[in-house]
């Protein structure tokens, strides 16, 4: 059995798919395992939703939520003007528009129209929500721990890591050493951040997978090997001009 992991696909179902067909992936002998933040940012949040659906439900795909995942969930349920504010500035509106239609916000965004597009999309994209909701927080193998920000060193035992911290962990991360003796694969962070390059970063004890590709740099798949890894590569073709993570 193969093994690949992606992460941060952020909407950009076009680079996500043309990725699946140049790693040959078959659902049938090979195991994919997803980092989270589907959505947001990249215009096509929906498309990717589905096809992460897809891939868990009828193809044993492992998904796992990231905290742009979870910032959606919040806003959907949750109407407190800081939480939508914190949402629409880290790339929101694309995935709302994605979902609601690109015409959805043509005469500004204003709350109505906010609170119009948690009411559709909880309405029309139940199953879909229903997915997001019920994702777990990491996985788990023989030599390696997947998780979409990291885990806290802090602990004795990495799985005391609260969500919270899985999802959006950084410096604290992977600027200390792991108290595991298995190997952490993680996304959130990009990779240019940890080595100044778009490239999968390989710490020690960590491996950084997020390539920044709804950046305009690149979508990377580790794929991992009996003997070690390898690492696949797909180029950003739509670039979408947004501030990093605020």
Not at 45 to 71: C, P, Q, T, Y
Not at 152 to 161: F, G, K, L, S
Not at 201 to 211: E, R, S
Request: glycine share 6%; net charge negative; with cysteine.
């Amino acid at each position: 059995m193969r093994t690949f992991a992606i992460s941060d696909i952020h909407g950009m179902y076009d680079e996500f798919c043309d990725m699946l067909e140049q790693i040959s992936f078959d659902p049938d002998s090979d195991r994919l395992i997803l980092l989270g933040d589907y959505i947001d940012r990249g215009y096509k949040s929906k498309e990717v939703v589905r096809r992460v659906k897809e891939l868990a439900e009828k193809h044993g795909a492992i998904a796992i939520k990231g905290n742009h995942d979870e910032m959606f969930l919040e806003f959907l349920y949750n109407s407190e003007p800081q939480k939508t504010e914190r949402y629409l500035r880290n790339g929101g509106k694309a995935t709302l528009e994605s979902f609601c239609g690109s015409d959805w916000f043509s005469n500004g965004v204003t709350d109505e129209l906010l609170q119009s597009a948690r009411e559709y999309i909880l309405e029309h994209y139940a199953e879909e929500i229903a997915f997001l909701q019920q994702l777990p927080y990491f996985y788990e193998t023989e030599k390696h721990i997947f998780v979409h920000a990291g885990i806290n060193p802090a602990y004795e035992d990495w799985r005391e890591t609260p969500p919270y911290e899985m999802i959006w962990i950084r410096d604290a991360f992977y600027h200390q050493p792991v108290k595991e003796a298995r190997t952490v694969v993680f996304g959130h962070t990009t990779c240019s951040t940890l080595h100044e390059k778009p490239d999968v970063w390989f710490g020690a004890g960590k491996i950084g997978i997020d390539g920044a590709c709804v950046f305009g740099s690149q979508l990377n798949c580790l794929e991992i090997k009996p003997d070690g890894y390898e690492v696949h590569v797909v180029r950003t073709k739509t670039f979408v001009n947004l501030e990093k993570e605020q």
